[in-house]
């Protein structure tokens, strides 16, 4: 959204500072803007470069700047809102010259469906997503993406099953799918919440599961995005089903920005209300101390990197209560007499929401 806006304010470019440097060298084209590239009525269009660049390329960018790099870098940190920096021109010039080649590939959505029991309810859908691909081969070796996202992958299909052997499946219909190119810019979700195989004022909620850090047991479980629509008392019912504290992503990682960068935001911005299900962080046994700090370790250090394989130290049992929790959580929102709707007011339900979401209204 921030990139459509400077478009639109007639920017010409915009350079994104990562604050650690790059895996596959100091500068990369974002992913995302070159599929907008494609889309005739995308505002990115107007851009000429949209640029991610690491400290190390960006510090010739502030020869003479008001503010050094490393200054800006330590104080634009969500727990320091009052002491961020204004905005300052840069002095240096910068010439971009990109490469870019296309390719054209098939990849596709792996899809299931579980219909409802419900006379008229089975024509309603709550979709769960978990994408399969990873980011691939970088410098430091092969990407698996055990947790991000085997672990999801799996979970679904664990979620069917359990579904499919239940005597009366859930009221509503559940579209189980399998996300490709999820690394690459939400092409997967996005393609399938744009074109859905149902009509998509039927689909009533989606389900992401791509955040199972299964680290350590926890006391908590999170659900990223929840407390925008009613999916949040489907939550607190899921949390309470696990026996788990459902709690909000701490403010150092960045909660927010999750919500906006998972499949889950494909299906907000075709106005249905989304969750991403994260693990928690406070550890259940006293011989894992500091949980946040080992959670916060795996997303700065593991995540994106060879290290997120089979080879790290996986505990079974949270990965599966995760699992659990989204489960409980879908098949709350699958089971309640009223379909899920934003909260009144609520920046996403008034950006996204009303325009798609003119279906009839579906009290049991
Ligand atoms: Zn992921």
Same mark, same amino acid.
């Not at 910068?94 to 008229?120: E, K, M, P, Y």
């Not at 979620?159 to 939400?186: D, H, K, M, W, Y």
């Given at each position: ?160 099953? /359990?579904? *499919?052997?239940?005597?009366?499946? %859930?009221? @509503?219909? $559940?579209?189980? !799918? ?6 690459? &810019? ?97 550890? /259940?046994? *006293?011989?894992?101390?500091?949980? %946040?700090? @080992?959670? $916060?370790?795996? !997303? ?6 060879? &290290? ?57």
């Amino acid at each position: 959204m921030k990139w459509a806006n400077a478009a639109d304010h007639g920017a010409r470019g915009i350079i994104e500072l990562s604050p650690l440097d790059l895996p596959r060298g100091p500068a990369t084209y974002r992913a995302d803007t070159l599929d907008d590239w494609f889309d005739p009525d995308s505002s990115l269009k107007r851009l000429e470069a949209c640029l991610v660049i690491g400290p190390t390329a960006a510090a010739p960018l502030f020869t003479g700047a008001p503010q050094t790099l490393e200054y800006l870098l330590k104080r634009a940190t969500p727990e320091c809102k009052p002491c961020r920096p204004g905005s300052f021109p840069l002095c240096p010039k910068l010439t971009v010259d990109a490469a870019i080649s296309c390719t054209d590939f098939d990849s596709r959505n792996v899809v299931a469906l579980l219909r409802g029991s419900h006379s008229t309810l089975k024509n309603e859908y709550v979709v769960f997503t978990a994408h399969y691909d990873a980011i691939g081969p970088t410098g430091g070796g092969a990407c698996d993406g055990a947790i991000d996202d085997g672990a999801g992958t799996a979970g679904i299909l664990e979620i069917a099953r /359990a579904f *499919s052997l239940l005597e009366t499946p %859930p009221a @509503r219909s $559940i579209l189980f !799918v399998n996300t490709t190119g999820e690394e690459t &810019g939400l092409d997967g979700a996005s393609c399938f919440a744009k074109e859905p195989p149902v009509d998509i004022k039927q689909i009533v909620a989606n389900v992401n599961l791509d955040a199972n850090v299964m680290l350590f047991e926890t006391t908590d479980i999170v659900a990223i995005g929840a407390k925008h629509s009613t999916l949040a008392s489907a939550a607190e019912a899921a949390a309470r089903g696990v026996s788990r504290k459902l709690v909000e992503l701490r403010c150092d990682l960045q909660g927010e920005g999750y919500f906006a960068r998972a499949d889950n935001f494909s299906f907000v911005e075709q106005g249905v209300p989304a969750v991403l299900v994260c693990s928690g962080q406070e550890a /259940a046994s *006293s011989e894992i101390d500091n949980g %946040p700090d @080992r959670f $916060i370790h795996w !997303v700065r250090d593991v995540y994106h990197s060879a &290290g997120d394989s089979l080879d790290q130290d996986l505990d079974w049992h949270a990965g599966a209560i995760y699992t659990q929790f989204a489960a409980l959580l879908g098949a709350a929102a699958a089971n309640g007499e009223k379909r899920p709707a934003w909260n009144p007011g609520n920046f996403f339900g008034d950006r996204w929401g009303n325009a798609a979401r003119r279906g009839p209204s579906s009290a049991r």
